[in-house]
């Protein structure tokens, strides 16, 4: 080809080779490169695809609910990584239900790391933190400390790229501490390389040095080439700092190397960026065009969405910076396009947008003027002058309609905000309304007993007076000394039943008064007790027919604890009027065999009180589970429930600093576990 090849060695740095070639032979072997890169690519993809096809027809042929299907769901899921990173997030979604169906505890963890991940990847941070969580708060439950800190691992690299700086360095040292704990090396070695990288970011480069040598000496000795090209990077990237780019440029290469052999195309086509960056900086502008490239079409082919908004970002910076306004603005507008900013952009964006194409206009201005250089000056001042008006008038009336959409936005979200505030209000009275009176029904239950025991010992009495006096003018003292002891034990009697009207009345004025929101000692048995019952004879007040089964266990070393009673007892009754709803749908199902039954039990665990309602209804459906809580969701006919009562028993419960949680089989049971704290 013409050109000179230089072969510069030393001794444990592996070898460089740098080639000197013109720019029409650059040109010649940049097109040889970009086919046998096309040629390698498809003869992968070919095979991968096979492999893939084959991966989908293990995993639909096998249908038995078990760990091989999960582990071919998951073999189908990887495969469609590298391709279709969507197509995979979903497949491994399918997995994870199917785990959670068998409550197989490593798959679960397994899959939601992989989620993470995959989430993380698509720069979907939200959605890789969330899974993150839950797979750290499974694995703490476990007591699984290694996936503990490879759950603080993960979150540590996904709240770096959600710009948070405070809980990543918070998930770096637990990372750490965690693994050095449980003397994994493996892990201990990347740890200190997160953490190196912390102390990095606040110009402690003495401590991140220290770590970074113990981490590549740990990744020596356990010959983990992987983390040796992750400190790599990291130096690569203080190298750059330092406006060391071609000691930056060389260190990128080697990873590039370790990323072109295990076939890892997003280091690949993010490392392409990165030399096209380092490149621009030292003014190879052919090198820089070149990496820029491939960076680009490594992406495109692959479907990597964040590397090819990298790629874009190269093209725009270098063409930019070697004075190409026209091909930057280009560039500039795709990379925005791809967070569909085209339309709304910020007011810096449109300041960036609209200074780059006043260059633009300025150069082409320029150039015009050099080719009619003979004509008049004063005309070549219009021209300029009325070009550059024409473009201040354009952004004047870009920026006063993009204001105008604002404001109409800002008025149509404030009307919608304010209505959808006023429904809230409206649903939540209705809520307490509709408790209110269900307990009122059951209170009314309740209280005619008593009475009826009042007014049934108080004719009782009446007769036995007049029997008394007669017997005294008889002369029959101890006839009438008999009747007297009568009628004091039927005074007793309706004494007692009098004081049990009485509590009932004051326990309906407390339920039905405001929370001053001050916690009292309460009995939790003898409220749970109280509510349990005013619900079912709230239930049979509206139908007569309607019986369920009762049972109750009270620990009764509980005592008295400090809670709001009101609120507590809302939550009660709440979930008491959930299971005989649910018991009694059921029983119109199987109307023969099946014994409608409703368990409440208490007990003292530690410092804390559980609180279980269990009933043998017809359970929630698990695609359902996760949105029991949320405001406005209920699985009850339109018009029989406003969705906000177990959102409101959430926030109670919240408040007074416990959990509640929910254990269910569709068709079996539905248990609601209230965790209370014991306050001393």
């Excluded at 396009?337 to 200074?355: C, P, V, W």
């Excluded at 002058?385 to 870009?398: C, D, E, N, R, S």
Aim: aromatic fraction near 10%; charge should be negative; glycine fraction near 4%.
């Amino acid at each position: 080809m013409g050109g000179e090849i230089k072969v510069d060695t030393k001794e444990g740095d592996g070898r460089e080779f740098y080639y000197f070639v013109t720019i029409k032979q650059f040109m010649s072997m940049s097109k040889i490169l970009s086919f046998a890169i096309f040629l390698f690519l498809w003869s992968y993809c070919y095979a991968q695809t096979n492999k893939t096809d084959s991966l989908k027809k293990e995993m639909d042929s096998y249908t038995k609910k078990d760990t091989v299907r999960i582990k071919k769901i998951m073999d189908y899921s990887y495969s469609l990584y590298e391709t279709d990173i969507n197509k995979a997030i979903m497949v491994a979604k399918e997995g994870l239900e199917l785990a959670n169906e068998l409550n197989w505890y490593l798959e679960k963890v397994e899959i939601l790391s992989d989620l993470a991940n995959w989430e993380g990847l698509e720069e979907k941070y939200d959605m890789a933190i969330s899974y993150a969580l839950e797979a750290l708060k499974m694995a703490e439950d476990a007591g699984d400390q290694e996936n503990v800190a490879l759950a603080h691992y993960r979150l540590s690299e996904f709240y770096r790229l959600f710009k948070d700086d405070s809980l990543k360095e918070f998930h770096a040292q637990k990372f750490l501490e965690i693994a050095t704990s449980i003397q994994n090396k493996r892990l201990m070695e990347r740890a200190m390389v997160l953490v190196a990288a912390i102390y990095g970011s606040h110009d402690e480069w003495d401590k991140a040095d220290s770590l970074y040598n113990i981490a590549l000496k740990m990744a020596v000795e356990l010959n983990s080439e992987n983390l040796k090209i992750e400190i790599l990077e990291f130096k690569a990237e203080r190298l750059a700092m330092l406006k060391d780019y071609k000691g930056a440029i060389t260190i990128n290469k080697q990873c590039l190397l370790y990323m072109q052999k295990i076939h890892s195309y997003h280091g690949i086509a993010w490392l392409y960026s990165v030399l096209s960056g380092l490149y621009t900086e030292i003014n190879a502008k052919d090198s820089a065009y070149f990496y820029a490239q491939s960076a680009l079409e490594i992406s495109k082919k692959n479907s990597l969405t964040k590397e090819l908004n990298d790629a874009y970002d190269a093209l725009y910076y270098c063409h930019y910076k070697f004075g190409d306004y026209k091909k930057a603005l280009e560039y500039k507008i795709i990379y925005d396009s791809i967070y569909n900013k085209t339309f709304d952009l910020a007011s810096g964006q449109n300041a960036e947008r609209a200074r780059m194409q006043m260059d633009q206009e300025r150069k082409d201005a320029l150039a015009k003027t050099e080719e009619i250089r003979k004509d008049a000056d004063a005309k070549r001042a219009r021209n300029l002058q009325y070009t550059a008006i024409g473009i201040f008038l354009l952004i004047a009336i870009f920026l006063f309609w993009n204001n105008r959409q604002k404001q109409k936005s800002k008025i149509k979200i404030e009307k919608a905000y304010t209505e959808l505030k006023a429904t809230q209000a409206q649903l939540i009275q209705s809520e307490k309304m509709a408790s209110l009176g269900e307990l009122t029904a059951g209170i009314a239950h309740e209280i005619q007993n008593p009475l009826n025991f009042v007014n049934n010992f108080s004719d009782v009495n009446k007769e036995l007076l007049l029997e008394m006096k007669d017997e005294m003018n008889k002369g029959n003292l101890d006839d009438a000394n008999a009747i007297a002891d009568d009628v004091i034990s039927n005074e007793e009697k309706i004494n007692h039943h009098g004081k049990r009207a009485d509590a009932i009345v004051k326990g309906m004025l407390q339920h039905s008064r405001s929370s001053n929101g001050v916690k009292e000692p309460t009995n939790i048995n003898a409220l749970a007790d109280e509510y349990l019952r005013l619900s079912y004879h709230g239930l049979r007040a509206k139908d007569k027919e309607f019986n369920a089964i009762m049972k109750t266990d009270f620990d009764n070393s509980i005592g008295k604890i400090n809670i709001i009673p009101q609120d507590i007892g809302r939550v009660l009754l709440n979930l008491y009027n959930n299971a005989f709803y649910a018991v009694t749908e059921k029983k119109k199902q199987q109307p023969n065999d099946y014994e409608p039954t409703i368990s409440v039990t208490t007990k003292k665990i530690n410092n804390k009180v559980d609180i279980t309602v269990k009933d043998n209804g017809n359970g929630i459906p698990q695609k359902v589970i996760d949105k029991i809580f949320q405001p406005f969701f209920t699985t009850k006919p339109t018009g029989q429930g406003t969705g906000l009562g177990l959102s409101l028993s959430y926030d109670i419960i919240k408040a007074h600093g416990g959990e509640i949680k929910v254990n269910t089989i569709e068709g079996e049971f539905t248990e609601f576990v209230i965790q209370l704290p014991i306050s001393v």
